[in-house]
């Protein structure tokens, strides 16, 4: 298949990307590199051994969309946008232009060059408030903040539009959380700045970026008390998409399918594996609960093995292995020298 990627050296669309390359697709990335590093397209061509054309085109940019749209492709599968709550918090109107009119700009182009099979990048966000987990697809949807609308009303514009005219084949991926790294230890996750997720907190503590990692919230109805999650490798969800894409033709109109392992791990044992996985001591503290965090949430993926052949296949301790193979290769990331960004 002839496949366009959007968002390509993010950290999803890095390795998809890797593994659609592996799986002998061929593909065609395109990022703006806000948030991202154009290394992580060079490390790509260089595990995957073979060659795969990149563009810095902003989905803002409709006339370049059209153009690069008027190709031929078979698919797109896309990553590209905005993902910081926080940030999404602060600044709604940068996540609704880019994020949605971002993806109306995509799926608008895609229209007009006839290309109608697309493998969209969603979120377990979309479920908003959860009470009991496992929680699958049926769940009822709802968003605690400007990032996690923008992707359920992504998501409606996608169900909107399958049912507008027959032929289109939409997948979208329902995240649950992503983390680890390539095995080559050459594309893992970048972030910029001060990482608001857990385990890029965790793996730059280990390496001594960080002095420690705050815990939010020890009170949790939970086993330890922390909060439950369900981690799942980035290669198992690389792989996700390529199944998505390889059984695209058996779906009908937009189908939303969870992508995570089915089993909870506690913010403390998450700790803990990756201590064992980097031989360090990780220090941490506990503080006040996050607002809006939820104590605990992992997914019902039976659809996904039905509808798509997969199931998450590494385990946390290959999570852990690997994103610290990553991080302590590249303790500054892609941009070696910018430690003082940081
Ligand atoms: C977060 C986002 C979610 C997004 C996902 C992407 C929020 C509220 N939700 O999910 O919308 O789709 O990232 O990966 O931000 N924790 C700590 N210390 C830290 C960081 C996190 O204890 O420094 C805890 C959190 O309280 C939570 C768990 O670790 O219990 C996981 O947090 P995080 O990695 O930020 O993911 P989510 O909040 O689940």
Redesign the pocket.
């Known amino acids: 298949m002839k496949v366009l990627v959007t968002g390509a050296a993010g950290y999803i669309g890095s390795h998809a990307a890797l593994e659609l390359l592996e799986a002998g697709h061929e593909v065609v990335g395109f990022d703006n590199l806000s948030n991202s590093s154009e290394r992580a397209i060079a490390r790509i061509r260089e595990v995957a051994g073979r060659a795969m054309r990149f563009e810095r085109l902003d989905l803002l940019d409709m006339d370049g969309l059209t153009r690069l749209l008027a190709e031929d492709f078979d698919a797109v599968v896309h990553f590209a946008g905005l993902?910081a709550?926080a940030e999404s918090v602060e600044k709604p109107l940068e996540y609704w232009r880019n994020n949605v009119s971002g993806s109306a700009n995509l799926l608008a182009a895609m229209k007009a060059a006839g290309c109608r099979r697309l493998v969209f990048s969603s979120?377990?966000?979309v479920y908003g408030e959860v009470g009991k987990s496992p929680i699958d697809e049926n769940h009822p949807r709802s968003a605690a903040n400007p990032?996690?609308n923008t992707k359920l009303v992504i998501e409606d514009m996608c169900f909107d539009l399958a049912r507008s005219e027959p032929g289109w084949k939409i997948v979208l991926l329902r995240y649950f959380?992503?983390v680890g790294a390539h095995e080559s230890g050459r594309i893992g996750e970048d972030p910029r700045g001060v990482p608001?997720?857990?385990?890029p907190?965790i793996m730059q503590t280990a390496v001594g970026i960080r002095d420690k990692?705050?815990?939010?919230?020890g009170d949790y109805a939970t086993p330890d008390g922390?909060?439950v999650?369900d981690f799942v490798h980035v290669v198992d969800l690389a792989r996700a998409h390529l199944a998505a894409l390889e059984r695209i033709e058996d779906f009908s109109g937009a189908v939303a399918v969870n992508l995570g392992t089915g089993r909870g791990f506690s913010?403390l044992e998450l700790i803990e594996a990756a201590s064992r996985a980097s031989g360090r001591r990780i220090p941490f503290e506990f503080a006040p609960r996050?607002p809006?965090?939820a104590a605990a949430i992992w997914a019902d993926a039976t659809l996904a093995r039905e509808k798509l052949g997969w199931s998450a296949a590494l385990d946390l301790d290959r999570m852990c292995a690997d994103h610290w193979r990553w991080q302590r290769s590249n303790p500054a990331g892609y941009e070696g020298d910018s430690a003082a960004k940081r």
């Open positions: 993902k709550v979120s377990c966000t990032y996690g959380n992503p608001n997720n857990l385990m907190f990692v705050r815990v939010f919230g922390t909060g999650r913010v996050r809006g965090d």
